[in-house]
């Protein structure tokens, strides 16, 4: 069992613990022993240059109006704030291959170790928001975070804390229903 968190408590996980989570993570199958995973972990004050790079994409690609108007400013300082609040942002990276093969592979590979990932941080009572948005496919983003786009690719940004609330609703469709028997 596992659900998504989408509000943490203003506590920060040990990184004693977020390493033995990530190194359960790292136990994901990947061809050619490629681990393509690589972790850039955002937390404490260091969480300010991510968001500030966040915003900066966020009004770059106009999804947030760069005016003086009130209803901008609240909606940065509102976003900036949730961010902030989030006591660690984990952002998942590999390099890209040139080979589509290859590049899914690494891909997939990539998926299993965020799963991983969740399910370790779950059992240690760390919960976790897998989150894909429009900056991660930025390139000025990736060079304001020290990364060169042509050579790497985002998977994915964990968010990471003590769960504040979790929803345990069961939305899952029958599996039977996705399954076909035959024999
Ligand atoms: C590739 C991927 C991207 C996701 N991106 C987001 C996201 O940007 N924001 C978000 O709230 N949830 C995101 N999720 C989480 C799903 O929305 C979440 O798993 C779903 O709502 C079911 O909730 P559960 O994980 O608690 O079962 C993402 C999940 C995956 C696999």
Redesign the pocket.
């Known amino acids: 069992m596992?659900?998504?968190t989408?509000t943490f408590k203003n506590k920060p996980v040990d990184i004693k613990i977020l390493t033995e989570i990530f190194t359960y993570g790292s136990y994901a199958p990947t061809h050619y022993m490629k681990e393509p995973w690589n972790i850039k972990l955002y937390q404490g004050k260091g969480r300010k240059e991510f968001v500030d790079a966040i915003i900066a994409s966020y009004v770059r690609i106009g999804m947030i109006k760069n005016d003086d108007d009130p209803k901008s400013l609240k909606l940065i300082d509102s976003m900036s704030n949730f961010l902030l609040s989030v006591p660690h942002h984990a952002l998942i990276y590999m390099e890209k291959e040139a080979d589509t093969i290859r590049y899914e592979e690494d891909y997939a590979a990539v998926c299993a170790f965020i799963q991983n990932t969740q399910l370790a941080g779950w059992e240690y009572g760390v919960g976790m928001?897998?989150?894909?948005?429009p900056y991660m496919n930025d390139p000025l983003f990736l060079k304001d975070i020290g990364l060169d786009s042509e050579v790497f690719k985002i998977a994915?940004v964990l968010q990471i804390g003590y769960p504040d609330k979790v929803?345990l609703v069961n939305?899952r469709t029958p599996i039977e229903k996705k399954m076909e028997l035959i024999e």
């Open positions: 596992r659900r998504s989408h928001l897998w989150t894909i948005t994915a929803s939305r």
